[in-house]
């Protein structure tokens, strides 16, 4: 059973920093691509990042980048999101996903098969 389980949302200012951690378990970490997503009640889920298998081919989505940085460590099976530069349309459920191809598909969510229960991120001005 894959389990794919976010941690480090909170509460920030404007301008604030904060680091998503995805716990997985039940799958060869090191074979799938790894992926964060966001959601706003009432909107569409978005793409914002994803990453390769070798942590090297990575996806941005525009609104985040130079702000967000994706990581991951195959030895301790985490995903990781650095979040820098917080703004409040940063505000959203976050949600860490799992593929199992093991490049990076950019913004398609159709390559991600395991989704964790998200973790709010709320920016205040």
């Known amino acids: 059973q894959v389990l794919l389980v976010e941690s480090g949302g909170g509460a920030v200012e404007a301008g604030g920093s904060l680091r998503l951690s995805c716990a997985a378990s039940?799958?060869?970490?090191?074979?799938?691509?790894l992926g964060w997503f966001r959601q706003v009640p009432g909107k569409e889920r978005e793409a914002v990042s994803c990453?390769?298998?070798?942590?090297?081919?990575?996806y941005y989505a525009d609104s985040v980048k130079g702000r967000f940085t994706i990581s991951r460590n195959n030895a301790e099976n985490t995903l990781y999101l650095q979040m820098n530069s917080l703004k409040p349309e940063d505000s959203a459920m976050y949600y860490c996903a799992a593929g199992a191809t093991n490049f990076c598909p950019g913004p398609d969510e159709t390559y991600f098969g395991y989704w964790g229960l998200g973790t709010q991120v709320t920016v205040s001005p």
């Open positions: 990453v390769g298998w070798e942590g090297i081919t990575t």
């Open positions: 039940g799958l060869r970490f090191d074979q799938y691509n």
